[in-house]
């Protein structure tokens, strides 16, 4: 069975930081990619950072320099580093894998920006 919880969300004021964390259930972290989205209301979910099985990252233009992603192979969770965070980083953060083609999601954690 596929499951991905995360956890870390809250409320920050801006410049602030916040580390979110997402636990897989082992049978599908090994040797899969990993990858944060966040969806903001009204707005479509959208790419943040991805990492491979091997650990080579990729981050949406926004969050460059800001948010760093990484892995914990033996814990089976993934991280979202995110520093000098802005109004405009507020939503709902999700965590994603694909097993076999189909993409498992995570119920998504909040992040609000606001002073």
């Known amino acids: 069975q596929v499951q991905l919880v995360e956890s870390g969300g809250g409320l920050v004021q801006p410049g602030g930081s916040l580390r979110l964390s997402c636990a897989a259930s082992?049978?599908?972290?090994?040797?899969?990619?990993m990858t944060w989205y966040r969806q903001a209301p009204g707005k479509q979910r959208e790419l943040v950072a991805h990492?491979?099985?091997?650990?080579?990252?990729v981050y949406a233009d926004s969050v460059k320099g800001r948010f760093t992603i990484s892995r914990d192979n033996a814990r089976n969770t993934v991280y979202l580093q995110m520093n000098s965070l802005k109004p405009e980083d507020t939503a709902v953060y999700f965590c994603?894998?694909?097993?076999?083609?189909?993409?498992?999601w995570g119920q998504g954690t909040q992040v609000t920006v606001s002073s």
């Open positions: 994603n894998v694909v097993v076999t083609g189909t993409g498992y």
């Open positions: 990492i491979s099985e091997i650990g080579i990252t």
């Open positions: 082992g049978s599908i972290f090994s040797g899969r990619a």
